[in-house]
């Protein structure tokens, strides 16, 4: 009985299934479509995700693929979906396609369309929160993989996906566990495609470095005084000098980005993000008294290229110097991440020719009929410096050409069109990379990668 049952299940699946393929031979985009739907309608906003939910639907995917998966926890909660497409030699260094599930919260009333219904407008727009940042390039992988499996594809190294937590609130729980584990160690990572942007012409943006975050908080303090008298050296004249001095370092970066001369990325940015000072009173701010402290919080990013001593420098000699009784906190850069690996080497893999990855990548988009912009520093981070971290190479590509930057923006959308040329790209590209094999010759090849 429950054997007849199951045969006829099977039957009626492989009917199903006959009948979807010819379907998707009409209307080859609908069940894609529908799955990045899918995907996107899981609200997976911080700070609540629904992580469970998403995990299911991942692992259903690598089933309905026939991919290895496992769960990893590193925290309770915040599950990492792993999973593998073995590779025919693996003793060669693996390929891992990395993404994360979490998205950054909404305002909803400033949505055009409900943010996790995934609805889709005349034109083809993908309204949803997630739709760039970054669930498309997480089921772009998975449906780059269907493609190349129904066509018969095998590849040579072993090829991981990786679907990791909490990327949006800093990547400790999720990301930086993970490319410290045993786990990962064992996975002998050569190259990791994470996250990178949309582009409003026609190149894609591909980066291969990130500017690290420095959260630096300058504090002065001074006699505090009647607020009728003019005297020197009180706490918020001193801050006050201080902001001017890093207004006018700002400016002189931003003025390099406006010329045209640097990209975002290749500057050092800083912003003024809080200001502490004043006596509070019930009443408000005690208006007759000059305060003793203040406080300043600045976002500054440092790409991986800058000189590094010398911002230092100019942070105790010029924006918080001992002589204007200024103190800043170093030690609690809330993430002052390093500049180099955990080996000590420069974090920036080369491009161009002496990394094959990126030569590879090149050609491979090329051949899906897609154009490369100039190679850029990622302006703002990922979790791809955990791995460059590792000393690996990791190149940031979101496949999105033609479309408005708007991720952790309202109404985040992509469209569909443009998500389908996107499975062409990495279709090729996961096809050239799993399939390159490095000459015997090249004795140097292991330290380039
Ligand atoms: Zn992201």
């Known amino acids: 009985m429950r054997r007849t049952f199951v045969s006829m299940l099977i039957l009626i699946l492989f009917l199903t299934a006959s009948n979807a393929a010819a379907a998707d031979d009409q209307l080859p985009a ?28 991942l692992l259903a995917e690598a ?30 260094p693996s390929i891992l396609l990395y993404s994360h599930t979490d998205v950054v919260p ?31 390039v997480g089921m772009q992988y998975l449906e780059a993989i269907r493609r190349l499996k129904a066509s018969g594809f095998n590849p ?26 045993d786990v990962f160690k064992n996975m002998n990572v050569g190259i990791v495609l994470d996250e990178g942007l949309a582009s409003p012409s026609e190149e894609y943006k591909m980066f291969y470095g990130e500017r690290c975050p420095w959260w630096l908080v300058i504090k002065a303090t001074g006699p505090p005084g009647h607020g009728a008298k003019l ?32 990209a975002e990325g290749e500057v050092i940015s ?5 200001l502490k000072a004043g006596t509070p009173s019930p009443t408000g701010f005690v208006m007759n008294l000059q305060p003793s402290e203040a406080e300043a919080g600045f976002d500054i990013r440092v790409p991986p290229t800058a000189d590094v001593e010398s911002l230092e420098r100019r942070i105790a000699e010029e924006w918080a110097p001992t002589s204007r009784n200024m103190t800043y906190e170093l030690g609690q ?48 981070s990922t979790d791809a410096r955990y791995f460059r971290n590792q000393g690996l190479p990791a190149i940031g590509f979101s496949p999105m050409a033609n479309t408005p930057i708007l991720l952790h923006d309202h109404n985040e959308h992509l469209n569909q069109a443009e998500y389908l040329k996107g499975i062409d790209m990495y279709e090729s590209i996961i096809k050239a990379y799993s399939s390159y094999v490095e000459h015997p010759s090249k004795e140097s090849s292991k330290d380039e990668l």
């Open 333 to 380: 850069f809330k993430q002052k991440t390093p500049v180099t690996d955990n080996f000590g080497r420069p974090r920036v893999p080369t491009t161009g020719s002496s990394n094959p990855w990126w030569a590879l990548l090149e050609k491979a988009v090329q051949k899906a009929g897609g154009k490369l912009g100039k190679p850029e520093i990622f302006p703002a």
């Open 30 to 57: 609908s069940a894609i479509i529908s799955r990045f739907q899918q995907y996107l309608q899981i609200n997976t906003a911080q700070p609540t995700p629904l992580y469970r939910v998403a995990a299911d639907f």
């Open 156 to 181: 040579v190294r072993n090829i991981y996906l990786s679907f990791a937590p909490d990327e949006e609130i800093g990547g400790h729980d999720g990301a930086e566990k993970f490319a410290d584990s």
């Open 63 to 92: 089933e309905s693929l026939s991919l290895q998966s496992q769960t990893l926890e590193f925290v309770a909660g915040k599950p990492l979906v792993l999973l593998k497409w073995p590779g025919s030699d693996p003793t060669l």
């Open 270 to 274: 800083v912003n003024m993000v809080f």
């Open 231 to 262: 005297y020197d050296n009180s706490a918020m004249e001193n801050l006050f000098k201080s902001i001017e001095t890093v207004r006018k370092f700002r400016a002189s970066q931003f003025d390099l980005v406006k010329a045209g001369l640097k």
């Open 106 to 136: 909404v305002e909803h009333h400033k949505w055009s369309h409900p943010p996790f219904e995934a609805h889709v407008d005349p034109d083809g727009n993908i309204y949803a929160r997630g739709s760039q940042d970054m669930k498309c």
